[in-house]
């Protein structure tokens, strides 16, 4: 390509004599010999040694480096060395020199670090032609005249430790460019060729056996090295050549400024030819080599340097005249291209140089909009396809839609779905559109649209299924099949196409979690018009569920693993039946036979079984029944009495009735089932089985009214389990007129005849128990008015001789009391009694019986009617309150003097166990006689001893009176337990209070007693009363 067929701008404006003659002045008449910039300098040196370093504000620092000239130098772009190669004296090799600016000797001028000759390979003195110093500091070249290489490893700051080696294969023609790409790559330019040397193994690759003048070439972006010939521009990589610009005419230099290639040619002055010395011009051009076109061009006086330093771009004239290119900027530029329509290239400057996205959307818009214009329509949607993101989508469809161009709308909507940028409704215009252009040029877009399997465009399927389904049913099943929206494909196939087997088949292909969701959305219907199907399906769902395009038999079962089938619950499809109980029917037994159902399905089977039962014909009703039956005493069926129980009598099942009826023991339910229905004789039996359980069956038969025929056994019942009165049985025959008088007589002879037979009993019972009574009354009266005599001489235990200490009970047995307190449980009850009247020690001791209140809990707890109990203790008077009635006194009789007592025994180890408490107490004292004040003088028979009957004891016996005759009447009176005749502690302590109550004289309330004493007599001094104020109104005193 020819740079001259390249756009022409001009983006750079020219200021001269920047430097305001600094730099004319520091030369003088010297000629620069080589440039260099970096590290934020320019270096300029000259043909007398002497280097100047210019400073951005044109401050110009000059030193003497070389005795002669300075023909090489380089200054590390990051660093602030310089190195520089010269010579000092002539006829030897130059010199190379590395200078540090941050460290300054004695005279000011920078430091330096390092002095080394530039030596050849033949090691005779050549001059010195190229110079290239890596920015890792640790490589250095050196080219010579002769085409020799020298290569330099180590760090070039030090004087020692680095090495030289001779590079080989680099030819005889003058070196004139050295550049190193990367640390492992070496481009060599001569006059005769360009080659390139691999480091690591110092081979040098020839890449095109064409050279360059001396400053003709430069390295481009650090990859790529630019070459200028007399007839193009190259450009070389380090695999080989790459592409070429033709440019004709001489090249004096090439640089290379950010992204610009800058060519310095000759040209002829512009003055007149007659002149004997005609001055050189040079022609600078700039070059934008990414973009493709050209950015400056002028012709300047001949040119020394072009340099680039402060991100800025400078030319040294012959004169030494500094000259500034400032380049515009880039709104300067867009501004200009955008004058002239150019957009295109505005875009690639923009690209180029980083225009934030904002703003290349508008260059975007704006190229679109020209295009859009010029009646371009595909090229503009291009532009418009790139503000995607930025620009407002309504603005660009908009604009199509009026126009009426689809196939470009077609395009941008189609990018909007690829970026992810579409909503519903560019998916719903987009699929309009293909329609649109369908049916106008039957390109099938809409057909590769839905059949597209890659996801290139990404697009609501949703969306696209509801647009296509209004125009397509078919086509917008086969998206939603091939996007696998099972919803819409069950939908479309059950609402449109009212296929439902083939909906059962879809759903049957699906995974378990897809297949439960959709069968219970959709089950309803498809049970409504495909029941027999879609039950097979329901019971495959619930049992063991596989998609039908799965195998059988998968890889973990035959590799011995166990896999736990997918199951769903019944419970959530039992509602889709209700309008099909066959079809429910045969799912639920199917369900219950493989697993254990909760108490829904049960309940629900129950019912649609019961259902069926009622409007079937016999012959089914029998089949039916038989099921039901069958569930109902299936002890593994869950289902809830209650419930079924509701449903039968709701529905008339009255099997079902009475076989709950019977599980629940509601017996009185079952017969009263018996006696609405007529079968009194069912009724009787279940009275027969159940009424020891249940006496009140016998009463609901009696009061239903039963047959004739049927009364006699229940008035027997009635009669022997004492449920109704007579009174009670008459009234209940008599409130009905089936029954005569002839039904009831043997019941109204038998009972006539037990309740004579009671009064008799009754009779004799009251004479006999009025004699107790009144023996009772004889022996008690005795008992308290004559004196006692114990003349037993053995011991009713033991049977062996009284010794002291003995003890003697009221009922003339004695013991001794080491027996007693062995043999005895209660230190009031006498042994030989408790045992029933007589016996020896060894016979067990009769308990006593259990106090009335356990008896009464007793009964109850047994009896099946407990209110008739409560009701006979209620009769009987047992509930009411003993009231203890106290004798009126008896006149005082002379005491009985007191008989001496006999010497306590020594008190016996404590022993606990059986009549412990007992031992206690006659460990405490003991008498053997007591005073009774009610008695006259009481004398002793000769040989005997007289035991004293206890306080308390005697009252009890006194007190024996009861209030209530019924009472007495009712239970029998025992004879009175003798307490043990000792003689307590706590007797002698009351005796002790009572003497000294007896005492007139100690008594501090009789009449001789001093009032002074008293704490709590009325006081007569009120002085020390603070309440005891004259003016005291009592009138005030709400509690006087």
Request: glycine share 6%.
């Amino acid at each position: 390509m020819s740079f001259l067929e390249w756009r022409r701008f001009s983006f750079f404006d020219v200021l001269n004599n920047i430097d305001n003659g600094k730099i004319a002045e520091c030369l003088q008449d010297t000629n620069v010999t080589v440039s260099t910039s970096g590290h934020n300098h320019v270096i300029l040196c000259d043909l007398t040694g002497w280097a100047h370093r210019i400073s951005r504000s044109w401050e110009i620092t000059s030193f003497k480096a070389y005795e002669l000239t300075i023909t090489l130098a380089q200054q590390l772009p990051h660093d602030p060395y310089l190195v520089t190669i010269g010579d000092d004296e002539a006829g030897t090799n130059p010199l190379i020199k590395v200078w540090d600016w941050s460290r300054v000797d004695k005279h000011g001028n920078p430091k330096c670090v390092r002095t080394s000759r530039a030596v050849p390979s033949h090691m005779y003195p050549t001059a010195a032609t190229a110079l290239a110093v890596h920015d890792n500091k640790n490589l250095l070249a050196v080219g010579f005249q002769d085409g020799s290489v020298s290569l330099y490893r180590g760090d070039i700051t030090r004087q020692k430790g680095s090495k030289m080696k001779s590079l080989p294969g680099t030819g005889n023609s003058p070196i004139t460019r050295l550049a190193f790409k990367g640390a492992d790559k070496l481009f060599i330019v001569s006059r005769a060729s360009v080659s390139v040397c691999t480091l690591g193994v110092d081979t040098v690759s020839v890449l095109d056996a064409m050279g360059a003048a001396p400053g003709c070439s430069v390295l481009a972006d650090t990859r790529r090295l630019t070459v200028a010939a007399a007839d193009a521009i190259y450009c070389y990589t380090s695999e080989g050549r790459g592409p070429c610009y033709a440019l004709k005419g001489e090249k004096v230099k090439l640089n290379w400024f950010r992204s610009y290639l800058v060519i310095t040619t000759n040209e002829a002055s512009n003055e007149p030819s007659g002149s004997g010395n005609v001055p050189k011009a040079h022609h600078l051009t700039i070059l934008d080599i990414q973009n493709k076109f050209i950015v400056f061009s002028k012709t300047f006086d001949e040119i020394d340097a072009v340099l680039t330093e402060w991100g800025s771009f400078y030319i040294i004239t012959k004169k030494k005249e500094m000259i500034y290119l400032d380049e515009k900027d880039l709104q300067s530029k867009l501004f200009q291209l955008f004058k002239k329509n150019l957009y295109d290239v505005a875009i690639r400057i923009a690209s180029s140089q980083h225009y934030d996205a904002e703003g290349l959307t508008e260059i975007y818009k704006q190229y679109g909009d020209h295009l859009y214009g010029k009646g371009d329509f595909k090229g503009a949607i291009d532009q418009y396809v790139k503000t995607i993101g930025w620009l407002e989508t309504s603005y660009v469809i908009r604009k199509y839609l009026e126009s009426r161009h689809l196939e470009p709308l077609v395009q941008y909507l189609e990018e909007l779905h690829k970026k992810g940028y579409a909503t519903e409704d560019h998916t719903t215009l987009l699929l309009t559109c293909y329609v649109k252009i369908d049916q106008h040029d039957q390109e099938g877009k809409l057909k590769e649209f839905i059949n597209s399997k890659d996801k290139a465009i990404d697009f609501d399927v949703d969306v696209a299924i509801k647009v296509v389904r209004q125009v397509s049913i078919e086509d917008a099943l086969s998206l939603a099949q091939n996007h696998k929206r099972h919803d819409w494909y069950l939908k479309m196939m059950i609402e449109d196409k009212k296929e439902y087997t083939q909906a059962l088949d879809y759903i049957a292909e699906l995974e378990f979690e897809d297949a439960e969701i959709y069968i219970k959305k959709y089950g309803h219907k498809l049970i409504q018009h495909a029941p027999n199907e879609s039950t097979k399906l329901l019971k495959n769902l619930c049992t063991d569920y596989k998609p039908r395009s799965k195998p059988l038999i998968d890889e973990s079962s035959l590799s011995g693993g166990y896999r736990e089938p997918d199951r769903a619950s019944p419970d959530d499809f039992i509602h889709m039946f209700l309008t099909d109980s066959t079809c429910l029917i045969h799912f639920l037994e199917h369900v219950t036979a493989d697993r254990r159902c909760s108490k829904l399905v049960y309940n629900t089977l129950i019912e649609h079984y019961i259902h069926v039962w009622s409007k079937s014909s016999d012959d089914d009703k029998i089949k039916f029944e038989d099921k039901v039956m069958a569930l109902l005493k299936d002890p593994e069926a869950n289902y809830d009495k209650d419930q079924t129980l509701i449903i039968c009598q709701m529905l008339g099942f009255k099997t079902g009735i009475l076989h709950i009826y019977e599980e629940r023991k509601l017996w009185r339910g079952q017969a009263a089932l018996y006696l609405r229905g007529g079968r009194a004789e069912r009724a009787l039996e279940l009275c027969r089985r159940r009424g020891a359980s249940c006496p009140r069956l016998w009463l609901d038969v009696l009061w239903a009214p039963p047959p004739a025929a049927l009364l006699p056994p229940l008035l027997r019942a009635a009669a022997e389990e004492n449920l109704l009165s007579p009174i009670e049985v008459v009234e209940c025959l008599a409130s009905t007129t089936l029954y005569t008088l002839g039904d009831v007589r043997n019941y109204l002879m038998a009972v006539l005849k037990a309740e004579d037979e009671v009064i008799t009993n009754e009779q004799t019972f009251a004479a006999k128990y009025q004699a107790e009574i009144e023996q009772m009354k004889e022996d008690t009266r005795r008992i308290q008015q004559e004196p006692l005599t114990f003349q037993s001489s053995r011991c009713a235990a033991c049977k062996r001789p009284l010794e002291l200490p003995t003890v003697h009970f009221l009922c003339r047995h004695s013991f001794h009391q080491h027996c007693f307190q062995t043999y005895s449980e209660l230190e009031t009850e006498c042994p030989a009694c408790e045992e029933g009247g007589g016996g020896g020690a060894g016979r067990s001791v009769r308990r006593a019986p259990p106090p009335p209140a356990d008896q009464l809990h007793a009964r109850l707890e047994a009896d099946n009617d407990p209110f008739t109990v409560v009701s006979e203790y209620l009769g009987r008077g047992l509930f009411n309150k003993v009231v203890v009635t106290e004798p009126e006194a008896s006149p005082p009789v002379s005491a009985a003097p007191e008989l001496p007592r006999a010497a306590a025994p020594a008190p016996a180890p404590l022993n606990y166990g059986p009549g412990a408490e007992a031992k206690l107490r006659l460990q405490e004292g003991q008498s053997k006689q007591m005073f009774m004040s009610n008695t006259a003088k009481q004398v002793p028979p000769k040989g005997t001893t007289v035991i004293p009957v206890p306080e308390g004891r005697m009252r009890v016996l006194e007190q024996q009176q009861y209030s209530s005759s019924l009472e007495a009447n009712l239970k029998t009176l025992e004879p009175a337990k003798s307490e043990s005749p000792m003689v307590h502690r706590k007797f002698e302590e009351k005796q002790k209070i009572s003497a000294v109550i007896a005492n007139d004289s100690k008594n501090p309330f009789d009449e001789n007693y001093d009032e002074s004493k008293n704490p709590f007599a009325d006081e007569d001094d009120d002085s020390k009363n603070p309440f005891a104020e004259d003016d005291y109104d009592k009138n005030l005193n709400p509690f006087s």
